[in-house]
């Protein structure tokens, strides 16, 4: 049915190739292309057999003339932007130089200043709509998932939706004293910024993980929960009618905390540019040269992730409370596709957007977030490719 151009070959990249594969008939041809080419190679080799015909390309995306050069050689039917957040726009321009559909898991953000606002990419709505192009921004499960949970829950359960908790836990441990489940740079630039969170109508900023709870989630028991940013709020914000309040809670061990209050402590967490031996280096760069890969922690992490959405609001003027989640487990995606369950929960949900939008059941021309379009075939694809949700109308675990 369809070529994707597949760019990064990092952990979440890894998973969506994999899933990819396993729906030969929609992806017949990709290509992975990536900064490091070996990377691309060793998850070619690692599928080898599969029906999915498999090429590969050195690329650097942050250049468009040569993302537009790969479009033009390849040819394929979309581009799913799997590298990091920084390539966002110049994978956007190739897109739109060549008509071809785009897709990511994460906002743009410039490398020198931790911004996390979808402004510079909701800016091209207008030049993809007149290109009959369609991109589909945040297609990972936070965001992602979180959104489509938000769109079915406003679509099936409620006249009104007044607030959303969105709580994505982990309950997975790697036996490292101090890791991160996906890219390092992007993970700490996002976990040290200030927290933000919506209500009547403006934004409320917090100090960074300034706000806990402790909730008790199904299959992982209870957890400290803080608040963060977390950049769904600001579509869901303007995309859920009558919302009144949205936050986003993410759970860290006081292990991890206490690591990155010390590495912050000492500046390890600074974009600020210092000058090291004559050669200038950030900070936090070189703290990820020395941390583990994400990529690398499949075959040591083991419990379980829980993700969801705690939405209250009005259906046939009473009250409802619904708790949509999904729970992941982190050695059985690794017997999987051979990821841990953080890459496993973005790849796949970038596989299944993809998808949608190769079989043209997601597709306008212009600049999306995913809950813009019909949530049904997502929750439904979800429950068939490794995602399974569970629901519940009277959740024991609010505050
Ligand atoms: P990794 O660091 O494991 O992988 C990133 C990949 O992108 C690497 O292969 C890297 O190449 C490649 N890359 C980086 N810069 C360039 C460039 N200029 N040109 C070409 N390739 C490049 O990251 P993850 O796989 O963990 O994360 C990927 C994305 O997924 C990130 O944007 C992250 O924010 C997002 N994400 C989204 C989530 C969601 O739920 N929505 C959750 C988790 C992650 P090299 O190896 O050479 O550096």
């Known amino acids: 049915m369809g070529k994707a151009l597949i760019i990064g070959a990092g952990g979440v990249a890894s998973v969506a190739i994999h899933k990819c594969c396993q729906n030969p008939d929609v992806f017949e041809e990709i290509c992975i292309a990536s ?61 739109l130089a060549t008509g071809v559909d785009y897709l990511d ?72 004293p101090f890791a991160t489940n996906f890219n390092p740079e992007i993970n700490i630039r996002e976990i040290t910024a200030n927290g933000r969170y919506y209500e009547n109508g403006s934004w409320v900023e917090t100090d960074p993980l300034s ?97 969801g959405c705690i939405i209250q609001g009005i259906k046939d003027g009473k009250p409802r409370t619904y708790y949509v989640y999904n729970v992941c487990d982190h050695q059985e995606c690794y017997a999987e596709v051979g990821s841990q369950a953080i890459s496993y929960t973005t790849g796949v949900p970038a596989m299944i957007g993809a998808m949608l939008m190769l079989k043209g059941i997601w597709k306008k021309p212009g600049v999306f977030n995913v809950e813009e379009f019909d949530p049904d075939p997502f929750m439904e694809a979800l429950n068939k490719c490794g995602l399974p949700w569970q629901e519940n109308f009277s959740p024991t675990l609010l505050d």
Not at 62 to 85: Q, R
Not at 123 to 152: H, M, N, W
Not at 277 to 294: S, T, Y
């Open 35 to 95: 900064r490091t080419v070996e990377k691309c190679e060793a998850i070619k080799n690692k599928l080898a057999g599969s029906r999915t015909i498999i090429h590969t390309a050195q690329l650097d995306a942050d250049s468009t003339d040569m993302v537009i050069d790969l479009i033009k050689s390849f040819k394929p039917d979309i581009v799913m932007n799997l590298a990091l957040p920084y390539q966002d726009l110049t994978i956007m321009d190739a897109c």
């Open 105 to 176: 898991t994460a906002n743009y953000e410039p490398p020198d200043i931790a911004k996390f606002e979808y402004k510079w990419q909701w800016a091209y709505r207008e030049k993809f709509a007149q290109a009959g192009v369609t991109a589909l921004l945040g297609s990972g499960f936070d965001p992602g998932v979180t959104g489509i949970f938000c769109a079915y829950a406003q679509k099936h359960y409620f006249d009104e939706i007044h607030s959303i908790d969105i709580v994505d836990a982990n309950a997975g441990d790697h036996g490292y």
């Open 211 to 307: 706000m806990k709870k402790v909730y008790d989630l199904p299959e992982i028991g209870p957890k400290s929960i803080y608040l963060m940013y977390h950049e769904e709020l600001e579509s869901l914000a303007l995309n859920i009618k009558g919302i009144k309040r949205i936050r986003f809670w993410m759970t860290f061990s006081d292990n991890y905390l206490n690591h990155l209050r010390v590495l912050e402590n000492v500046g390890m967490t600074s974009i600020e540019p210092i000058d090291f031996e004559g050669q200038q280096i950030i900070p936090l760069q070189f703290l990820k040269a020395v941390l583990p890969d994400p990529a690398s922690l499949g075959p040591r992490t083991k419990g379980k992730t829980n993700i």
